[in-house]
Structure formats: structure tokens, C-alpha cells
């Protein structure tokens, strides 16, 4: 078995000190380029491989850090890791990947678990029962890099990338209303956290500016998924003034609204209109196509990474909290556009 190339084997084959092949590896501005070249060619010649291990110990960096997802089920958070990765990836970082399952219980489980394994910072969007920020309040105080995406908590002082969900919500409230439908519903998330506050607002704020109503029991509280889409269906068919649309804070919800719809017979859009928020997959392929907001996940990710890398390359410096806001994109489909003209009685 040959054995395997050392910085000692390389300096000796080029008659340099070890020392020097080390920063060339490192492409240290104190190293010609000439010197460099010649560095990587006989280090790939000879098969050298880095020492993680020892690199760390030198550098006080492992070159990995952890992400944490509220979970893997769905495309939005699967493409944010996508975009995360690349730019890691192009960066010479490894990533670590934890699954909350929507616990803020298993969230602090991952970040211990990051922190043990001593990633260089650590990307988050939070639990939707997480309620509690102490926990990333102390790890600001250990200047322990973190960055929030999507769900972030303003309050924290802890930088972030999110959408404007706010913009989102108000576009597409404002869509339906443009199509016609007047009494307008909305399922929203669990409003303790931002994101879903914002889309509530969004929500509110297009009726507003339209001169319609926010009429009683048109707002349901949700918990995103399938099943709460459903459950906020059949209260507003319930209601003696039923809505004619919903506005739903994530695809997976709007997708039990309008499962719910088609069980009692209710045609999209035609009598019902449907907007839901992430542009899930899975849209593009039911019937009908499902109208949502892209809220530019890989982009997403990969701000979140090269903001999170700033922190780790300047992380003895005083942080200074940033918010990157990207822009939320329409997606027009089926399920919110009217087909007919004039009134249809949605629940004939």
C-alpha cells in the first residue's frame, strides 16, 4: 500500500520548508504564485489529502456547519439546502443537516449537537412551536455564529434572510380580489411567529385598501398542514356568511382547503378561488394547478450561507444584526382565476 503524501513529503520533494507548503495549500497572499503551482502539482501528483483534523486545530475552523429545517417533507426547505449547499460546497464547507420535526424541543437537541461536533455557525428556521429565543440569545452572547431563515424573531438581534411575507400575503389577497371574489378568507399559521404574522397582515391590510370587510370567523388559525386546511374549511362552510376564496399562509394548507372543497362538490375556481404561499412542488401538477408565491428558497439559501460566512470570517469582530429581504414572486395558476362572468352561487 503506498503510503500517503505528508507537507513534509512535498517540501522535501521541492526543497521547501514545510511551513511554506502549508500556507501555499492555504493560498496565503505571503506565497508567489509560481510557488503555489508548483505546490499543488506535486501535491496532486502525489495524492495528497488534507488533514481535517490537524487543518482545524491549526486554523480554529472545522469547515462544517449545521442547518437546521423544521423538516425535509416539503420542496421549500429542500431547495433552501440546495442553495445553502452550493454555496458551501464552492466554499470548501460541509453541511450538516438536523430535522426539528417542528419541535423546539429537537431544535435545541440539533443545536447541541452542532456545537458539539464544533460547526463554524449554525443556520436556522425555527420550529412552529418554538416560542421561547433565550436559547439563541446565549449563543449570540458566546458569539457562536447564527443566522435565521424564513422564520426569524426580529426581537433576538440575531441576523436573518426571510421574504416579504407581508408583500406576498397582500399580493395575493389582492389577485383574488382582482378576480373577483369578495369575501376573501384567510388560514394562517401559528401567529407567534413573524412570517405567519406578516401574511395575516398582508392579508388584512389588501381588504383594506379594497373597502371589504374582514367579516367574523373569516380568519382560522392553523397549525400548516393538509389536515388544518381542511379543518378551516369546514368551519367557513359552517358560517352563515361563507367565503367564495381563501388566502392560505403555506401550499400544504391550501391544499387541504381545496381538498375539502372538491369533497363538497365546490368548483375551483369557478365558484371558489384558492391562493396558497411557497411554492410547493406538488402546485403545478393537481387539478387545478394551484396559484401560490415563490418565495425564492434556493436564493434563500444561498444569502443565508454567505451571510452566515461573513459572520465566521469576521467573527472577533462586534456583530451587526442583517436583514436580507428578498423579494416575494407571484405564481398565477388555476385556482385563483375566475373562468365565468357574472354571479355564481358558490354552494349551489
Same mark, same amino acid.
Given at each position: 500500500?503506498?503510503?500517503?503524501?505528508?507537507? $513534509?513529503?512535498?517540501?522535501?520533494?521541492?526543497?521547501?520548508?514545510? %511551513?511554506?507548503?502549508?500556507?501555499?495549500?492555504?493560498?496565503?497572499?505571503?506565497?508567489?504564485?509560481?510557488?503555489?503551482?508548483?505546490?499543488?502539482?506535486?501535491?496532486?501528483?502525489?495524492?495528497?489529502?488534507?488533514?481535517?483534523?490537524?487543518?482545524?486545530?491549526?486554523?480554529?475552523?472545522?469547515? *462544517?456547519?449545521?442547518?437546521?429545517?423544521?423538516?425535509?417533507?416539503?420542496?421549500?426547505?429542500?431547495? /433552501? /439546502?440546495?442553495?445553502?449547499?452550493?454555496?458551501?460546497?464552492?466554499?470548501?464547507?460541509?453541511?450538516?443537516?438536523?430535522?426539528?420535526?417542528?419541535?423546539?424541543?429537537?431544535?435545541?437537541?440539533?443545536?447541541?449537537?452542532?456545537?458539539?461536533?464544533?460547526?463554524?455557525?449554525?443556520? /436556522?428556521?425555527?420550529?412552529?412551536?418554538?416560542?421561547?429565543?433565550?436559547?439563541?440569545?446565549?449563543?449570540?452572547?458566546?458569539?457562536?455564529?447564527?443566522?435565521?431563515?424564513?422564520? %426569524?424573531?426580529?426581537?433576538?438581534?440575531? $441576523? $436573518?434572510?426571510?421574504?416579504?411575507?407581508?408583500?406576498?400575503?397582500?399580493?395575493?389577497?389582492?389577485?383574488?380580489?382582482?378576480?373577483?371574489?369578495?369575501?376573501?378568507?384567510?388560514?394562517?399559521?401559528?401567529?407567534?411567529?413573524?412570517?405567519?404574522?406578516?401574511?395575516?397582515?398582508?392579508?388584512?391590510?389588501?381588504?383594506?385598501?379594497?373597502?371589504?370587510?374582514?367579516?367574523?370567523?373569516?380568519?382560522?388559525?392553523?397549525?400548516?398542514?393538509?389536515?388544518?386546511?381542511?379543518?378551516?374549511?369546514?368551519?367557513?362552510?359552517?358560517?352563515?356568511?361563507?367565503?367564495?376564496?381563501?388566502?392560505?399562509?403555506?401550499?400544504?394548507?391550501?391544499? =387541504?382547503? *381545496?381538498?375539502?372543497?372538491?369533497?363538497?362538490?365546490?368548483?375551483?375556481?369557478?365558484?371558489?378561488? /384558492?391562493?396558497?404561499?411557497?411554492?410547493?412542488?406538488?402546485?403545478?401538477?393537481?387539478?387545478?394547478?394551484?396559484?401560490?408565491?415563490?418565495?425564492?428558497?434556493?436564493? *434563500?439559501?444561498?444569502?443565508?450561507?454567505?451571510?452566515?460566512?461573513? *459572520?465566521?470570517?469576521?467573527?472577533?469582530?462586534?456583530?451587526?444584526?442583517?436583514?436580507?429581504?428578498?423579494?416575494?414572486?407571484?405564481?398565477?395558476?388555476? $385556482?385563483?382565476?375566475?373562468?365565468?362572468? =357574472?354571479?355564481?352561487?358558490?354552494?349551489?
Amino acid at each position: 500500500m503506498q503510503k500517503s503524501a505528508t507537507i $513534509s513529503s512535498i517540501a522535501n520533494e521541492l526543497n521547501i520548508t514545510p %511551513a511554506t507548503v502549508s500556507r501555499a495549500l492555504q493560498d496565503h497572499p505571503s506565497i508567489s504564485h509560481s510557488t503555489k503551482q508548483s505546490v499543488l502539482k506535486v501535491a496532486s501528483r502525489l495524492n495528497y489529502k488534507r488533514n481535517r483534523v490537524a487543518s482545524s486545530l491549526r486554523s480554529g475552523k472545522t469547515h *462544517m456547519i449545521g442547518v437546521i429545517i423544521p423538516g425535509a417533507d416539503t420542496n421549500f426547505f429542500g431547495s /433552501v /439546502v440546495h442553495g445553502i449547499e452550493k454555496c458551501a460546497n464552492a466554499k470548501g464547507y460541509n453541511v450538516l443537516l438536523y430535522q426539528s420535526n417542528e419541535t423546539q424541543e429537537h431544535e435545541i437537541k440539533g443545536i447541541e449537537t452542532f456545537l458539539a461536533a464544533q460547526v463554524d455557525g449554525i443556520l /436556522v428556521s425555527v420550529a412552529k412551536d418554538t416560542n421561547n429565543y433565550a436559547y439563541y440569545e446565549e449563543l449570540k452572547k458566546k458569539k457562536i455564529p447564527v443566522v435565521f431563515f424564513d422564520r %426569524a424573531d426580529d426581537d433576538t438581534g440575531i $441576523s $436573518s434572510v426571510v421574504t416579504d411575507d407581508y408583500k406576498g400575503a397582500f399580493i395575493a389577497t389582492e389577485h383574488l380580489i382582482k378576480n373577483g371574489y369578495n369575501h376573501i378568507a384567510h388560514v394562517s399559521g401559528p401567529q407567534h411567529l413573524k412570517v405567519f404574522c406578516d401574511r395575516k397582515k398582508g392579508y388584512e391590510d389588501a381588504l383594506k385598501q379594497y373597502n371589504l370587510p374582514l367579516t367574523d370567523g373569516f380568519i382560522y388559525e392553523g397549525n400548516v398542514s393538509i389536515e388544518s386546511g381542511k379543518a378551516a374549511t369546514r368551519h367557513f362552510l359552517s358560517l352563515k356568511q361563507k367565503p367564495d376564496a381563501v388566502f392560505a399562509a403555506e401550499d400544504f394548507t391550501a391544499l =387541504g382547503v *381545496m381538498k375539502e372543497l372538491k369533497s363538497h362538490n365546490i368548483k375551483i375556481p369557478e365558484a371558489f378561488g /384558492v391562493f396558497g404561499f411557497a411554492n410547493e412542488l406538488f402546485g403545478e401538477h393537481i387539478t387545478p394547478t394551484l396559484s401560490t408565491i415563490d418565495p425564492q428558497a434556493v436564493t *434563500m439559501g444561498k444569502e443565508s450561507f454567505e451571510l452566515l460566512l461573513q *459572520m465566521i470570517e469576521n467573527k472577533n469582530e462586534a456583530v451587526v444584526e442583517k436583514k436580507i429581504v428578498l423579494n416575494p414572486i407571484p405564481v398565477f395558476r388555476e $385556482s385563483s382565476q375566475r373562468k365565468i362572468s =357574472g354571479h355564481l352561487n358558490v354552494y349551489s
